[in-house]
């Protein structure tokens, strides 16, 4: 907990618990979940997160998920124990797919053969094209990278989305645009500029990311001089639900094509009294 990055790690789970019952509530269309799925990659955990996640299926809302860095061949997989920590599988790439088989990929129209990257049609006129920018092979690595031939592919899938007016929305673990932060540099994808570049080839208006951990919107700078000035993708980073005040985004498309974007917290006391818990961490959770 104390080198948890300002994660609420030991309530991680009632924190999922009531944002899951925050979404049954709403009925969304989709809840994406945009990668770092679990702390450090432990294939119980994937497991048990999947199983949480039947309850949105069951409730007739689709989910959506990619992997992040943390998820993947991390070779600091453990279990938590009263004695400390003890070593603990981890999962490949094959088995990702395979644990949330239902959670995009086996609706996904069409899949990248070189990464978990899939396109997802949400309906007939909007597209979510889901990034695997995650570097797992051989080894796990925090930095990210969109693969060569899996920018061919998002090539092909934007093409075809222009010819049929299509709206198409890019979802990511690393980030597009670089960030500052205090304490990592190591947040934007190490061939960002190639990605920007092919998103902006197809006047993608908006980029949807994580990894950081806090909310941030940034917007492309166009070089000066170029025809549009004016135009750059702008990119919205998520933040992390275990991260206070625990929120998540929620994206609206209005019928006239425009969206808005806002995001939400978390009513864990509200959660934690609706279960009726002595907890005073939960049932105050908002004010400790």
């Avoid at 010819?163 to 304490?183: D, K, T």
């Avoid at 005040?245 to 806002?262: R, T």
Wanted: overall charge negative.
């Amino acid at each position: 907990v104390e080198s948890g990055d300002g994660r609420v790690l030991q309530y991680g789970w009632e924190i999922l618990d009531a944002f899951i019952d925050d979404v049954v509530e709403q009925k969304p269309d989709l809840v994406i979940l945009t990668g770092d799925l679990t702390m450090n990659g432990e294939k119980q955990s994937h497991e048990e997160l999947a199983q949480k996640l039947e309850t949105l299926s069951e409730n007739g809302i689709e989910v959506a998920v990619i992997p992040g860095n943390h998820d993947i061949n991390n070779p600091y997989a453990r279990k938590f124990t009263s004695d400390g920590t003890v070593k603990t599988d981890s999962i490949r790439a094959d088995e990702f797919a395979q644990i949330y088989s239902d959670f995009g990929y086996v609706a996904a129209d069409t899949r990248d053969p070189a990464s978990l990257s899939y396109l997802y049609k949400l309906d007939d006129y909007y597209w979510l094209l889901m990034l695997d920018s995650c570097q797992y092979e051989p080894e796990n690595k925090v930095k990210g990278r969109i693969k060569e031939s899996t920018l061919a592919w998002m090539d092909e899938q934007l093409l075809k989305a222009r010819e049929q007016g299509i709206f198409v929305l890019p979802v990511a673990h690393h980030n597009l645009l670089a960030q500052s932060r205090m304490y990592t540099t190591q947040c934007a994808m190490d061939n960002n500029s190639e990605v920007i570049d092919l998103l902006q080839k197809y006047r993608l208006p908006l980029f949807f990311s994580g990894h950081l951990h806090v909310q941030r919107v940034r917007k492309h700078k166009a070089e000066p001089g170029v025809a549009d000035e004016a135009y750059g993708i702008k990119e919205i980073i998520t933040d992390a639900l275990s991260i206070p005040p625990c929120q998540y985004g929620e994206v609206v498309w209005d019928e006239d094509g425009s969206i808005s974007y806002e995001t939400r917290s978390v009513d864990v006391s509200g959660w934690a009294r609706t279960m009726g818990s002595g907890n005073p961490d939960l049932l105050d959770f908002e004010d400790r």
